[in-house]
């Protein structure tokens, strides 16, 4: 779920664009706007026109499982959060529309799906994800649209039937944009904000995202990843974390004052001290590369540059790890000589519980030291709530911010953030998301005081 760090970390120190050099362009955000609306509405009719009748029991028995699946739990097993390949695939298999449908087509697929992974131990998805974005005020670009293909999956090789399995897990990506002059990913630099309005949407391409090894042990009290990682799935997560699914702004889908790597080789290990108390703790390039995987495993031994983290927290149980979270990082990154970025290190507070399942309040606070973090200081709060039995959720953040001098010199004043989504679980496959993002006092852009940004995104999973 990383945004690649070349896009952040190193910000180049450039003056704001002056206003009478700004392009608008509001004769076009309607139509992109209504574009990349006919684009959901598409993946809603691509499924919609497929024949539907009742669900059966089978299928009533994993949609009545789900609730705790869509609270950002899940019964995956292995130490990555909603956003891991385990986690996605958990969440996606048991998701609830707002429609019940059991169209044949579907639901054969679905069942060859569950037939290979009970004869063979493999699990797999993909999705495709469409985002579109409009600000109202920008430096240069005011709008942004990119869609992300995934393919992503694991095999369970080693004691299958146990709780102690050997797992390859994989995710590929096609990262692009969809008819505008820049992607989302980019729309933050454009309207003068020091941060993101969205994570993962770039233009990076094809990219391997993950490629590694997951080991149980002791009846999974000890688990540990190597390969090619994201150590986003598995640092300082909490229930609304998934990019794809929950928040669009980096200041809710992660941590901006930890200076996460890209994808490369690395590992990590957790252990469940207690049913209660657990750490994790883990190495990364800090030079990760997924357009370039080979690179990034060469750069692992020779640059030996590494981001280091370690974690402890408290859980309410293991079905419940990610809702009901209390933890406390901390991380260091060593200096990226070629990069030109200094080493640095820092702390993470996480607080997040689910009440009555529906109401899902979280409190994140980050201090940093520079490393290359994109902020050095963040409180964020804010509450999920889940509606009924279906998959729907909302969203409300609010974030205060101190942009890092590290990355982009001094003299930078505070900002805020606030963000409103609601996801609309239309079908098992497909979600729409409309979200409001209101950027106070942009700390790259000093002569606008308010920009709101206005978001729809889709997801189509199968």
């Known amino acids: 779920m990383q945004p690649f760090a070349d896009t952040f970390i190193v910000v180049p120190k450039k003056a704001p664009i002056p206003h009478q050099k700004r392009n608008r362009k509001k004769g076009c955000q309607l139509s992109k706007f209504l574009c990349t609306g006919v684009v959901c509405l598409l993946m809603l009719g691509a499924v919609w026109a497929l024949p539907a009748s009742v669900q059966s029991s089978e299928t009533k028995k994993g949609l009545d499982a789900a609730e705790a699946t869509e609270q950002g739990n899940g019964s995956a097993l292995g130490i990555g959060g909603p956003a891991s390949v385990p986690g996605q695939l958990d969440k996606d298999r048991e998701a609830k529309g707002a429609v019940s449908l059991r169209p044949d087509l579907l639901e054969r697929y679905f069942g060859f799906k569950k037939r290979v992974e009970d004869m063979h131990g493999f699990s797999f998805g993909f999705d495709y994800n469409a985002l579109f974005q409009a600000a109202t005020d920008s430096l240069g670009e005011d709008t942004a649209a990119g ?242 039995k279906k998959s729907d959720i909302l969203g409300v953040g609010l974030n205060w911010s101190r942009p890092s001098e590290d990355t982009f010199g001094p003299g930078l004043d505070d900002q805020y953030t606030a963000e409103v989504y609601y996801r609309f679980q239309l079908l098992k496959v497909l979600s729409i998301t409309p979200d409001v993002q209101v950027l106070l006092n942009p700390a790259l852009n000093p002569d606008e005081d308010v920009i709101f940004v206005f978001g729809l995104r889709g997801r189509i999973s199968f």
């Open 147 to 388: 869609g992300v293909l995934r393919a992503f999956g694991q095999w369970s090789l080693v004691n299958r039937d146990s709780e102690n399995t050997g797992t390859l897990v994989y995710k590929v990506e096609n990262r692009h944009r969809l008819g505008t002059d820049i992607a989302p990913k980019d729309l933050g630099d454009e309207v003068g904000y020091a941060g993101l309005t969205a994570v993962t949407f770039s233009v990076a391409g094809w990219v391997l995202t993950n490629l590694y090894w997951s080991q149980h042990f002791l009846n999974n009290r000890l688990a540990f990843v190597a390969g090619i990682v994201d150590t986003t799935d598995y640092l300082d997560v909490y229930g609304l974390v998934n990019p794809w699914t929950n928040f669009n702004n980096y200041a809710f889908t992660t941590n901006p004052t930890i200076p996460a790597p890209d994808q490369g080789l690395g590992a990590a290990v957790r252990v469940m001290l207690t049913d209660n108390i657990y750490v994790v703790s883990g190495i990364a390039d800090a030079n990760g590369d997924p357009t370039d995987p080979g690179d990034s495993v060469n750069s692992f031994f020779s640059d030996a540059e590494f981001f280091t983290h370690i974690e402890v927290g408290w859980v309410s149980s293991w079905d419940r790890r990610f809702s009901d979270n209390i933890h406390l990082t901390a991380w260091h990154a060593d200096e990226r000589k070629q990069a030109g970025v200094s080493d640095g290190w820092g702390l993470a507070f996480s607080f997040s519980r689910l009440f009555a399942d529906t109401w899902e309040p979280f409190f994140r606070a980050g201090y940093s030291e520079d490393g290359g973090a994109l902020w050095e200081r963040s409180i964020s709060a804010g509450i999920g709530y889940h509606p009924g």
